[in-house]
């Protein structure tokens, strides 16, 4: 939970976008393990959400690397050239001895 992630982006045009993540088992064959709870920051928004597998993907490196995609929820982001994402662990799992691996993060216009 002491680190995070942040990257900066623009938005041509205002709307919702959804949050998507993928993330990852770290070990080759090893279990997926989900229960991370974690906050997305954007736009003066919060968003929290707990990492659950409602996706298992099965090609490119998540054959040998386990990984799922977790639909967090919702942003309401405005047109903008300079936005954050900050991505944070309020709380990680205590099952999974290894953390949160994020592999990516989308933000899908609906």
Request: net charge positive.
């Amino acid at each position: 939970p002491r680190d995070g992630l942040r990257w900066g982006f623009r938005v041509i045009e205002a709307g919702d976008y959804a949050v998507e993540v993928v993330t990852s088992a770290v070990h080759h064959n090893a279990p997926w393990h989900g229960g991370h709870r974690v906050r997305f920051q954007s736009g003066g928004q919060t968003l929290r959400a707990e990492i659950a597998p409602d996706e298992m993907l099965g090609t490119g490196s998540a054959r040998y690397y386990r990984q799922a995609l977790t639909r967090c929820g919702v942003l309401r982001l405005p047109s903008s050239p300079e936005l954050t994402l900050d991505l944070r662990a309020d709380a990680i799992d205590e099952r999974s001895a290894v953390g949160l691996a994020v592999v990516r993060v989308r933000l899908v216009p609906l």
